[in-house]
Antibody, heavy 116, light 112 residues
């Protein structure tokens, strides 16, 4: 069974960047497709982007184009989500999830708070 | 981008009674490979989302059979035959026919 373990909570200033990690274990690395989804207070789930290393594909949601970068360290099976130019509206729980068409396995979530 | 519209946005249901959530897509979710890329998730308070239904009507492992999904093309429905207290949370439909995924707004289910 695939397990995803994310890094701990972060507090950031507006205008700064945050990098959240997601270590993947179980399954085979060649099957890893990792998406990032966030849940802001009072809002619904929002897909941010996906990386499929074996296909060399990275794709981002229009709302985050230019601000988000998703990478994968295949040596350590760790995915990263880097979000720049943070605003207070980026305060949210950020989740990684494993799968292509759908996500059966999720990380525990990382709370990112953006506050001056 | 594909827009998913859920109705209702909130539900208050007596335990043992049925519940139904609609999800309408701005484009057909039927792919040329024959699959329909529509999924249902439940997010309980303080938890990660959990997969309930994949490809319209297939219950994920461990999901109780009181949950069922149906629909085709652009119109889909999630039904709970007899709501239980543990079903409280926010239900989302999601599409992945393109490599730009999207969610519905979410439907909050509470118990009367």
């Amino acid at each position: 069974q695939v397990q995803l373990v994310q890094s701990g909570p972060e507090v950031k200033k507006p205008g700064s960047s945050v990098k959240v990690s997601c270590k993947v274990s179980g399954g085979t690395s060649s099957s890893y497709a990792i998406s990032w989804v966030r849940k802001a207070p009072g809002q619904g789930l929002e897909w941010m982007g996906v990386i499929i290393p074996k296909l060399g594909i990275t794709n981002y949601a229009q709302n985050f184009q230019g601000r988000v970068t998703i990478t994968m360290d295949e040596d350590t099976n760790t995915a990263y989500m880097d979000l720049s130019s943070l605003k207070s509206e980026d305060t949210a729980a950020y989740f990684c999830a494993n799968g292509g068409a759908y996500w059966a396995y999720w990380g525990q979530g990382t709370l990112v708070t953006v506050s001056s | 981008d594909i827009v998913l519209t859920q109705t209702p946005l909130s539900l208050s249901v007596t335990p043992g009674q049925p519940a139904s959530i609609s999800c309408k897509s701005s484009q057909s979710l039927l792919h040329s490979d024959g699959k329909t890329y529509l999924y249902w998730y439940l997010q309980k308070t303080g938890q990660s989302p959990q997969l309930l239904i994949h490809e319209v009507s297939n219950r994920f492992s461990g999901v109780p059979d009181r949950f069922s999904g149906s629909g085709s093309g652009t119109d889909f429905t999630l039904k709970i035959s007899r709501v239980e207290a543990e079903d409280v949370g926010v239900y989302y439909c999601m599409q992945s026919i393109q490599l730009r995924y999207s969610f519905g707004q979410g439907t909050k289910l509470e118990i009367k």
